[in-house]
């Protein structure tokens, strides 16, 4: 017999009794109230993303990984589980790779959701959007992380189990190695979440793995970080006579010599007054790898009194020499600088030049996002240091006080009597109402005293010319400034022209000669020029110039790395010229006119030649083409690519602002030469042209390709005659001579590229081939950084019939815009690369958004710079240009399609380097602005 005992159950307290009865209530009521204030209950189904891998030696894949997943959902239940920091769930291995060919990217992602039931009386929730969080860092890291970045998912219905499934089948811009510059193991962390919303308008988010992280993990080598050194100085010294001595090429960061730290340049002793030390540039080289790109190079300089502190440092822009070579190098220089290093002194005594050098560049490890990166060899506490010395007293100088009247010519109004050539002259900055000074030579006028209104007589018959040193306009601003006024007769000029606020003025008919040997004009506006003394006249600014620059002897030179800030600019046919225009007169071998020069004529008369100025292109047009604006540069020589063909130190650029269709004007053409500027061409300046070979060669896309026009050749004359061209582009053009036994690049008339589906179909067509072996076809989706997809055999390496080209990109997983150029290969290994297109493969959803880039950036005076526009309709877009001061530099309209359009980045040659802003108002209304980078 079984016995069963029970146990006597004890009575509870009345508390424990109370406390059983009240706590399934509180908690109840608890819960609701956490519910109703967090809006924490979304049930995660699935969740997922792919991840296209392509790690180092192998090829692309796309793998699937989860969050969480119900048995049974596919493709869920055959992804791999990614790792849960909760859960203590190991991260799985995405494997190794670096910046060379390898990829890491989310592809796509998606989760499947369900929102409960509320509890009764509780708010009903609802799911209003879905998104996926990721941040890629070192998992070494010590610092703060970085900020996520979101992945937006769309509803696309309804799934199994009641939940709803949000999608996102094509993420852009997803590329894990955006930015990674340091070597090592890196994390990637994912969160799925769900944004919601009750009917009481309190919004929440729910997260998937809730209050942790899912993760992977990789390892990544970065590319080496880019570097700068300065590897030479150039000086030229000139002996006491006045001779230019040869070049010396100071080195830097090298064991030859001689070295610039610490030498004595030159190994002379300069008068302090008219000793000549030429700073002509320098030498630096970058390297670079990866994303991260050198776009310019700047190297600074100043001199100071050896054993005192330094003022501040002046900038000298130095020029890419060539290409980017394969393993990443960059040689910036320029050679062509006069800067008279003697001119800083004061006194006698011995000075330092200091220098350093600065580059700037880019980090394009996320396209849509590039990072400004700057680099320095030395600084301004540091430099590198050399030194000179000088000896002598310094010319006297005389101060304008104005004490008088206005009359250059009377002692009185100087603090050391009227100026001679020897005298430095300084015009004070007196205020509004002083008497400033004004030359009127061999003439009898009325002075009216501007505070008594008192008149006096003034007499200067005699004085027959007015002269000075040094002559500087002081002031603060154009505001706040003292003025020279040129009334009549002929002003000499032997030492620098400082006219930084523009208030040097002149009258018609009055000339200003610089008469010394190496000489500064800071700029201004003159009736007409006359150089004489030989040596080098260098405009540091712009020069317009109504009448004639007449050479005499010596050089006027323009820096060519400022092309819209250091210029000439001839004046149009008026009255103020007697409706001949400015002009160039007396240009030969030795003296003549080196770098840029401009001039705009509104009008022009069929059936005879404008020879704009003289500046050396005769143009008979056949029709009235309307404005024609004619720029020439005589400091460089199209040399593309790096083969031996070269151009002449010689180009033309012209502009028509009427027309509206190519071929609309046509012309008679004579290009007038000199004999310098067909010598000493080419990188390496071994390039001789045979005048007899000299044929006219015109480009449409800044100087990458050209088409031979052919002409007749006069060496005697120094002209190249070419009858009935109708090769003006819209809008501009650019002409130059060439070998026509060497000639420059393929002529490729025709370039394009267009979507295809989701292809790209590129076509091209040639004029001519001379020793062409084929055309790389490349593509970048930065408009920078260019890859190869294929090669193109040419169908003749010798062809003088058209032939035509193309090529289908079938790569997969194209998203953005994508830019096509060809690289057109000779046989013997030179090159030459097209014009840049560029294709938009935006997704659906983006079809209908207005967007605005450019194309390369930074950019260049020889790229083919560009805006990508992309508008939702047809139809016109005004577009502006402005500088950071917010000068408009250009505006205009253009015409846009549905979908991309490309359209030239206005002026963009003759910009200087810089940062300016693109404002696009297109047919919607819609306003874009991007900033875009000239170096």
């Not at 017999?1 to 009575?11: A, I, N, W």
């Not at 001679?420 to 002075?447: H, Q, S």
């Not at 290969?825 to 659906?844: C, E, H, N, Q, T």
């Given at each position: 017999?079984?016995?069963?005992?029970?146990?006597?159950?004890?009575?509870?307290?009345?508390?424990?009794?109370?406390?059983?009865?009240?706590?399934?209530?509180?908690?109840?009521?608890?819960?609701?109230?956490?519910?109703?204030?967090?809006?924490?209950?979304?049930?995660?189904?699935?969740?997922?993303?792919?991840?296209?891998?392509?790690?180092?030696?192998?090829?692309?894949?796309?793998?699937?990984?989860?969050?969480?997943?119900?048995?049974?959902?596919?493709?869920?239940?055959?992804?791999?589980?990614?790792?849960?920091?909760?859960?203590?769930?190991?991260?799985?291995?995405?494997?190794?790779?670096?910046?060379?060919?390898?990829?890491?990217?989310?592809?796509?992602?998606?989760?499947?959701?369900?929102?409960?039931?509320?509890?009764?009386?509780?708010?009903?929730?609802?799911?209003?959007?879905?998104?996926?969080?990721?941040?890629?860092?070192?998992?070494?890291?010590?610092?703060?992380?970085?900020?996520?970045?979101?992945?937006?998912?769309?509803?696309?219905?309804?799934?199994?189990?009641?939940?709803?499934?949000?999608?996102?089948?094509?993420?852009?811009?997803?590329?894990?190695?955006?930015?990674?510059?340091?070597?090592?193991?890196?994390?990637?962390?994912?969160?799925?979440?769900?944004?919601?919303?009750?009917?009481?308008?309190?919004?929440?988010?729910?997260?998937?793995?809730?209050?942790?992280?899912?993760?992977?993990?990789?390892?990544?080598?970065?590319?080496?970080?880019?570097?700068?050194?300065?590897?030479?100085?150039?000086?030229?010294?000139?002996?006491?006579?006045?001779?230019?001595?040869?070049?010396?090429?100071?080195?830097?960061?090298?064991?030859?010599?001689?070295?610039?730290?610490?030498?004595?340049?030159?190994?002379?002793?300069?008068?302090?007054?008219?000793?000549?030390?030429?700073?002509?540039?320098?030498?630096?080289?970058?390297?670079?790898?990866?994303?991260?790109?050198?776009?310019?190079?700047?190297?600074?300089?100043?001199?100071?009194?050896?054993?005192?502190?330094?003022?501040?440092?002046?900038?000298?822009?130095?020029?890419?020499?060539?290409?980017?070579?394969?393993?990443?190098?960059?040689?910036?220089?320029?050679?062509?600088?006069?800067?008279?290093?003697?001119?800083?002194?004061?006194?006698?005594?011995?000075?330092?030049?200091?220098?350093?050098?600065?580059?700037?560049?880019?980090?394009?490890?996320?396209?849509?996002?590039?990072?400004?990166?700057?680099?320095?060899?030395?600084?301004?506490?540091?430099?590198?240091?050399?030194?000179?010395?000088?000896?002598?007293?310094?010319?006297?100088?005389?101060?304008?006080?104005?004490?008088?009247?206005?009359?250059?010519?009377?002692?009185?109004?100087?603090?050391?009597?009227?100026?001679?050539?020897?005298?430095?002259?300084?015009?004070?900055?007196?205020?509004?109402?002083?008497?400033?000074?004004?030359?009127?030579?061999?003439?009898?006028?009325?002075?009216?005293?501007?505070?008594?209104?008192?008149?006096?007589?003034?007499?200067?018959?005699?004085?027959?010319?007015?002269?000075?040193?040094?002559?500087?306009?002081?002031?603060?601003?154009?505001?706040?400034?003292?003025?020279?006024?040129?009334?009549?007769?002929?002003?000499?000029?032997?030492?620098?022209?400082?006219?930084?606020?523009?208030?040097?003025?002149?009258?018609?008919?009055?000339?200003?000669?610089?008469?010394?040997?190496?000489?500064?004009?800071?700029?201004?506006?003159?009736?007409?020029?006359?150089?004489?003394?030989?040596?080098?006249?260098?405009?540091?600014?712009?020069?317009?110039?109504?009448?004639?620059?007449?050479?005499?002897?010596?050089?006027?030179?323009?820096?060519?790395?400022?092309?819209?800030?250091?210029?000439?600019?001839?004046?149009?046919?008026?009255?103020?010229?007697?409706?001949?225009?400015?002009?160039?007169?007396?240009?030969?071998?030795?003296?003549?006119?080196?770098?840029?020069?401009?001039?705009?004529?509104?009008?022009?008369?069929?059936?005879?030649?404008?020879?704009?100025?003289?500046?050396?292109?005769?143009?008979?047009?056949?029709?009235?083409?309307?404005?024609?604006?004619?720029?020439?540069?005589?400091?460089?020589?199209?040399?593309?690519?790096?083969?031996?063909?070269?151009?002449?130190?010689?180009?033309?650029?012209?502009?028509?602002?009427?027309?509206?269709?190519?071929?609309?004007?046509?012309?008679?053409?004579?290009?007038?030469?000199?004999?310098?500027?067909?010598?000493?061409?080419?990188?390496?300046?071994?390039?001789?042209?045979?005048?007899?070979?000299?044929?006219?060669?015109?480009?449409?896309n800044e100087g990458n390709t050209f088409v031979n026009l052919g002409g007749n050749v006069d060496a005697t004359s120094n002209i190249v005659t070419l009858m009935g061209t109708a090769s003006f582009a819209v809008p501009t053009t650019r002409f130059t001579l060439g070998d026509k036994t060497n000639p420059l690049p393929v002529e490729l008339?025709?370039?394009?590229?267009?979507?295809?589906?989701?292809?790209?179909?590129?076509?091209?067509?040639?004029?001519?081939?001379?020793?062409?072996?084929?055309?790389?076809?490349?593509?970048?989706?930065?408009?920078?950084?260019?890859?190869?997809?294929?090669?193109?055999?040419?169908?003749?390496?010798?062809?003088?019939?058209?032939?035509?080209?193309?090529?289908?990109?079938?790569?997969?997983?194209?998203?953005?815009?994508?830019?096509?150029?060809?690289?057109?290969?000779?046989?013997?290994?030179?090159?030459?690369?097209?014009?840049?297109?560029?294709?938009?493969?935006?997704?659906?959803?983006?079809?209908?958004?207005?967007?605005?880039?450019?194309?390369?950036?930074?950019?260049?005076?020889?790229?083919?710079?560009?805006?990508?526009?992309?508008?939702?309709?047809?139809?016109?877009?005004?577009?502006?240009?402005?500088?950071?001061?917010?000068?408009?530099?250009?505006?205009?309209?253009?015409?846009?399609?549905?979908?991309?359009?490309?359209?030239?980045?206005?002026?963009?040659?003759?910009?200087?380097?810089?940062?300016?802003?693109?404002?696009?108002?297109?047919?919607?209304?819609?306003?874009?602005?991007?900033?875009?980078?000239?170096?």
């Amino acid at each position: 017999m079984t016995t069963t005992t029970l146990q006597k159950k004890r009575q509870l307290s009345y508390r424990v009794n109370f406390m059983k009865a009240v706590v399934p209530l509180l908690t109840f009521i608890a819960s609701l109230v956490s519910w109703q204030a967090n809006a924490q209950n979304t049930y995660f189904y699935d969740d997922a993303i792919t991840i296209t891998r392509q790690p180092v030696g192998a090829s692309s894949s796309t793998v699937g990984y989860r969050g969480t997943y119900t048995d049974g959902d596919t493709p869920y239940d055959s992804y791999i589980d990614l790792g849960n920091t909760s859960t203590n769930t190991s991260n799985p291995d995405l494997g190794a790779y670096d910046y060379t060919s390898s990829a890491l990217s989310i592809g796509s992602g998606s989760l499947v959701a369900y929102m409960p039931p509320p509890p009764p009386r509780a708010p009903t929730v609802t799911i209003t959007g879905a998104e996926i969080r990721y941040r890629v860092y070192l998992k070494s890291t010590t610092t703060a992380l970085p900020a996520y970045t979101t992945i937006p998912l769309s509803s696309a219905g309804s799934y199994v189990n009641g939940g709803e499934l949000y999608q996102n089948n094509a993420v852009a811009n997803a590329n894990l190695l955006n930015g990674l510059n340091v070597s090592g193991r890196y994390v990637l962390e994912v969160v799925f979440r769900t944004l919601t919303r009750n009917s009481r308008g309190v919004t929440g988010v729910d997260a998937d793995p809730s209050g942790s992280s899912y993760q992977a993990e990789f390892d990544y080598t970065a590319p080496p970080a880019p570097t700068l050194k300065g590897t030479a100085v150039y000086v030229t010294p000139y002996s006491a006579s006045g001779n230019a001595q040869p070049r010396i090429t100071y080195t830097l960061n090298s064991t030859a010599t001689p070295a610039f730290e610490g030498a004595n340049l030159g190994n002379m002793t300069y008068d302090l007054n008219t000793g000549v030390l030429l700073l002509n540039g320098g030498v630096a080289v970058t390297t670079e790898s990866g994303a991260r790109t050198i776009t310019s190079v700047s190297m600074y300089y100043r001199v100071r009194q050896q054993n005192q502190g330094g003022g501040s440092y002046t900038a000298i822009n130095l020029t890419q020499n060539g290409n980017v070579s394969n393993d990443g190098t960059r040689i910036f220089s320029l050679a062509n600088r006069t800067i008279n290093l003697i001119s800083s002194a004061s006194i006698a005594g011995s000075y330092s030049v200091d220098i350093y050098f600065q580059a700037g560049g880019t980090d394009n490890a996320n396209p849509n996002a590039p990072v400004a990166i700057t680099l320095s060899d030395r600084n301004g506490d540091n430099p590198y240091t050399a030194g000179f010395n000088v000896t002598g007293d310094p010319f006297p100088t005389t101060v304008w006080t104005g004490g008088l009247n206005d009359n250059w010519f009377d002692g009185s109004n100087w603090t050391n009597g009227v100026p001679t050539a020897g005298t430095n002259v300084v015009i004070a900055n007196l205020g509004t109402n002083a008497p400033y000074p004004r030359i009127l030579c061999d003439t009898k006028y009325t002075f009216i005293d501007p505070v008594t209104q008192a008149s006096s007589l003034v007499d200067n018959t005699g004085r027959m010319l007015a002269v000075a040193r040094n002559l500087t306009m002081a002031g603060t601003s154009q505001a706040d400034r003292s003025t020279l006024s040129l009334v009549i007769g002929t002003l000499n000029v032997s030492g620098d022209f400082d006219n930084t606020f523009a208030s040097f003025v002149s009258s018609a008919g009055t000339t200003i000669a610089f008469n010394g040997t190496n000489q500064s004009i800071s700029g201004g506006a003159f009736a007409n020029v006359f150089i004489s003394g030989g040596g080098v006249k260098t405009s540091q600014g712009i020069m317009n110039v109504a009448g004639d620059i007449t050479f005499g002897s010596g050089l006027l030179v323009t820096d060519i790395t400022r092309p819209t800030t250091s210029v000439v600019n001839l004046g149009d046919r008026g009255n103020s010229n007697n409706n001949v225009g400015g002009r160039l007169l007396n240009e030969r071998d030795g003296s003549y006119l080196q770098g840029f020069v401009t001039i705009s004529h509104s009008t022009a008369t069929p059936g005879t030649e404008d020879l704009f100025g003289n500046i050396g292109l005769g143009l008979n047009f056949y029709t009235n083409p309307g404005a024609i604006l004619v720029t020439r540069n005589t400091a460089q020589a199209y040399s593309p690519g790096n083969g031996a063909a070269s151009g002449v130190r010689r180009i033309f650029e012209v502009t028509q602002s009427s027309a509206n269709t190519a071929g609309a004007i046509k012309a008679d053409m004579r290009f007038f030469y000199l004999d310098s500027e067909t010598k000493n061409l080419g990188p390496t300046g071994n390039i001789n042209i045979n005048e007899d070979n000299l044929v006219i060669f015109a480009s449409v896309n800044e100087g990458n390709t050209f088409v031979n026009l052919g002409g007749n050749v006069d060496a005697t004359s120094n002209i190249v005659t070419l009858m009935g061209t109708a090769s003006f582009a819209v809008p501009t053009t650019r002409f130059t001579l060439g070998d026509k036994t060497n000639p420059l690049p393929v002529e490729l008339v025709a370039f394009d590229a267009k979507r295809s589906g989701t292809n790209t179909l590129v076509t091209w067509q040639t004029a001519t081939e001379k020793n062409s072996a084929g055309f790389d076809v490349e593509v970048a989706t930065d408009g920078l950084s260019f890859r190869k997809l294929a090669f193109v055999a040419s169908k003749s390496a010798n062809n003088s019939s058209a032939s035509n080209y193309s090529y289908s990109d079938t790569e997969a997983a194209k998203s953005g815009v994508r830019y096509y150029r060809l690289r057109q290969v000779d046989l013997d290994g030179k090159y030459a690369y097209s014009p840049i297109r560029a294709v938009s493969f935006a997704g659906a959803n983006d079809a209908a958004v207005a967007s605005l880039s450019s194309y390369p950036s930074p950019f260049t005076s020889s790229d083919q710079a560009a805006l990508v526009l992309q508008a939702p309709t047809a139809g016109t877009a005004q577009l502006q240009l402005t500088d950071l001061t917010g000068r408009t530099i250009a505006s205009r309209a253009v015409i846009t399609v549905a979908g991309i359009s490309e359209v030239a980045i206005p002026n963009a040659s003759e910009l200087a380097g810089g940062t300016y802003l693109v404002k696009v108002t297109f047919a919607t209304g819609e306003v874009k602005t991007i900033r875009i980078q000239k170096r």
